[in-house]
């Protein structure tokens, strides 16, 4: 069973894999992005996916549920509020303060993060049609625990739609997903990604379109390949 292909685009570049919430996920191998960091994609979800805490992406799943950061929805039924996890003796938690309008559209989504510094907070971009807001902590995001210790290890798996082991699985389309490594994007260039696609920022350590048909790989398009196994999921339309 496989993801499926999307036959939409995404509103800039590329296509989308359609993840069904139950065990759909693009395991994408160890990375490591050291620190500061920043991700971005593209997201259509139907509904807030497995237990209402469907991930977007998971770095790191040792089998005990111990990943070293997550972004997905938080856990509360119709919160359309998506939530950061940072994972550490105590684990630092951040949730959009406001939920999103619809679920069901086109998001763009992008977090950037110095895990190195317990006392940081994320930054958080998200877009509701043509407006792209940014959240920080008393600003549209909340910090709902505060953050203790040390992250876990870096240069583990990451996975998109998904935990790695094919729980809290996404529910709907992803498209277009990119990760930073060691660097902190500033918020003209999230803009710029928003507005242009993930080309017109140099740098990303890989690129996935999700633009795959009939294989059991998400092809990256960057120096560092990273063609990686779709696991889960069925043909889409």
């Known amino acids: 069973e496989r993801c499926d ?3 939409r685009a995404v509103p800039v570049h590329g296509m989308s894999l359609n993840f069904d ?12 992005l050291g620190d500061p960091r920043t991700w971005v994609a593209w997201i259509f979800p139907d509904t807030q996916g497995e237990s209402d805490q469907g991930l977007v992406v998971s770095h ?11 972004l997905g929805w ?26 999103f309008a619809t679920l069901a559209e086109w998001h763009f989504v992008a977090v950037v993060y110095d895990g190195a510094l317990a006392a940081n907070d994320p930054t958080l971009y998200v877009s509701e049609g043509n407006t792209l807001s940014i959240l920080t902590v008393g600003s549209g995001l909340t910090e709902t625990q ?29 498209g277009e997903c990119a990760p930073w490594a060691s660097k902190l994007l ?16 140099p740098g ?4 996935w379109p999700m633009d795959n048909t009939g294989t059991a790989h998400a092809t990256a398009l960057s120096r560092n390949g990273r063609h990686r196994t779709i696991a889960g ?3 889409g339309a």
């Not at 790191?60 to 997550?70: E, I, L, S, V």
């Not at 990303?204 to 690129?207: G, K, L, M, N, P």
């Open 74 to 99: 938080n856990g509360t039924a119709a919160s359309k509020k998506l939530r950061y996890l940072s994972d550490r003796a105590t684990n630092g938690i951040w949730d959009m303060t406001t939920g």
């Open 60 to 70: 790191g799943d040792d089998g005990a549920g111990q990943r070293r950061w997550t």
């Open 146 to 174: 505060t953050p203790v210790g040390a992250e876990q290890a870096d240069g583990v798996k990451l996975t998109v739609g998904g935990t790695g082991a094919g729980l809290l699985s996404f529910d709907g389309l992803i």
């Open 5 to 7: 292909l999307d036959h």
């Open 21 to 32: 919430g139950v065990d759909d996920e693009v395991e994408l191998g160890a990375v490591t």
């Open 204 to 207: 990303a350590y890989f690129y």
């Open 186 to 201: 500033t918020a003209a260039e999230i803009a710029a990604i928003f507005r242009l696609g993930v080309f017109v920022v």
């Open 233 to 235: 999921a069925v043909a």
